[in-house]
Structure formats: C-alpha cells, structure tokens
C-alpha cells in the first residue's frame, strides 16, 4: 500500500518545555492506524504536528508526497487532512446541517461527501438537522465533528479521543461508524478503549514520553506490551 502519511524523528516543543523526542509514524491509504500510549506522552501533540497546529521542531513530515514541516495550516488541511479535535469544537451557534455545509469542499477525487452521506452514515443528525449544535449531546456532536471532517474531503481523517466522555451506546455508533469508513479514507486514531481500537485498526503505534517504542498488528500486541506501554 501507498504511504499517505511519513513521519521521521519528530520533535516537538511547548515553550521551553520537549513533549516530543522522536515520533515515527506512518500510515497508508486506506489503513486504520491507531496511536496508544498513557496520557501525557504525546499522542495530541503528535495529530497536531500531523494538522500543522504545532510546528516540529526536527524531523520530517510528508504528507500525500508533501514536505508539510512549515507550510501553513490551511494549507495541509487544504492537502486532505481532516482533523476531529479532542473536545470536538463545533460551531456552537450554528445549526447541525449550517455545520456541515460550512465545513464542505469540493473534493478532486470522485465520490465526494454530501450532507445526505454524512446523515446516512449519522442518521442522527438527520434527525436533528436545524437543531443548534449547542443543544446537542456530546455523542451527537462528535457524530457532527466527524461528519464536518468528512465534508472536507480528507484523505485521512484524524481522530483525537474518538469516543471519550461518550455513553457506551453512543461508543458503540461511533466505532461502527469508523468501521463502516474504513477502506474509504485512511484513518488516525486514538482513544482510551484498547478493545475497539484493536478491532478496527490495521496497525498500532505505541508512544511513551514523546517517542515511538512499538509498531505492529493489534494481534501482535501481547499483554507485556500493553502492560507494560498502556498500563497505569
Ligand atoms: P492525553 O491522553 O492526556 O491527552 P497525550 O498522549 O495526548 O495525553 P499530549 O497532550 O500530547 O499527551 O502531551 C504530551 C506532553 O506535552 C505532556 O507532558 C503535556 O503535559 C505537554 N503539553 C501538552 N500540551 C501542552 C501545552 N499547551 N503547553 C505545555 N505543555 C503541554
């Protein structure tokens, strides 16, 4: 398969203060990739290098064939990365459906998203088109953080906290959505649940204090490793 995404020895500073010491990661088009480690050991950090929120400090990131080090954000987003931030963040004022049309692009490859595929896929948010994003529940929003990714057109949809704070439920619908996306788009993903990510995803990276230790199939993650990386 086709590398999408390239990263070689990326560090990252906040201030003074190093939270990356040298991430590699890759992902390939249409691959889940799922990126675990404890808290605080630089998963966020690492998607926001990948969105450019963050400039590296060193190393490489190439993206679609793209050095991305140093180009503006709108630029690497405009390259087809579609960022689900932790917290999601929507427009708040804005109804469900103002949501998703602001957030569309056209896309350059065939088969685009549409407002009528993103509630096909969230049939909730059909639901509750005109409603405002405000009122909406934590499951329907990041349903809607996903769905104003999709509009974009990405390449590779990054999700920070895929379920976090979600009724179990809701978890459920969430991962069934990313399932029903895989193959389509190549996905980055973190979450807390080891069990759901490893389903899902073709490849796992582990992270500990801002470096890669571990790549490999979720069946070649042993309990040492997950005891050892993801334990607390
Ligand atoms: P979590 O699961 O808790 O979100 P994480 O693996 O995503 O953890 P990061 O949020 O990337 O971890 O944090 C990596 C390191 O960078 C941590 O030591 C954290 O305290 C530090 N850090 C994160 N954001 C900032 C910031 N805005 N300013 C200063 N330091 C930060």
């Not at 064939?65 to 963040?89: D, F, K, N, S, W």
Request: net charge positive.
């Amino acid at each position: 398969m086709k590398t999408l995404l390239d990263l070689k020895g990326v560090t990252a500073f906040y201030g003074a203060s190093q939270a990356l010491f040298g991430v590699d990661l890759d992902v390939a088009e249409g691959e889940v990739v799922a990126l675990m480690g404890r808290n605080g050991m630089g998963k966020t950090t690492t998607v926001r290098t990948v969105s450019a929120l963050l400039r590296p400090r060193e190393g490489a990131i190439t993206f679609a064939g793209h050095a991305t080090r140093g180009m503006a954000i709108h630029r690497v987003a405009r390259l087809g990365i579609g960022l689900v931030p932790e917290g999601r963040r929507c427009f708040a004022p804005l109804s469900v459906e103002e949501n998703l049309t602001a957030a569309a692009r056209a896309s350059d490859r065939p088969g685009g998203w549409t407002q009528t595929r993103v509630e096909a896929l969230f049939p909730r948010l059909a639901e509750r088109r005109s409603q405002r994003a405000s009122t909406l529940s934590g499951g329907e929003q990041q349903m809607l953080a996903i769905g104003r990714a999709l509009m974009t057109n990405p390449r590779l949809l990054v999700l920070d906290e895929a379920t976090e704070g979600l009724a179990p439920v809701v978890r459920q619908e969430i991962w069934a959505a990313i399932h029903q996306l895989k193959g389509d788009l190549a996905i980055l993903v973190i979450d807390k649940t080891l069990k759901e990510l490893r389903q899902v995803a073709d490849r796992c990276f582990l992270i500990e204090r801002g470096r890669t230790v571990w790549t490999g199939e979720p069946a070649a993650l042993t309990p040492e490793l997950t005891d050892r990386y993801l334990g607390v």
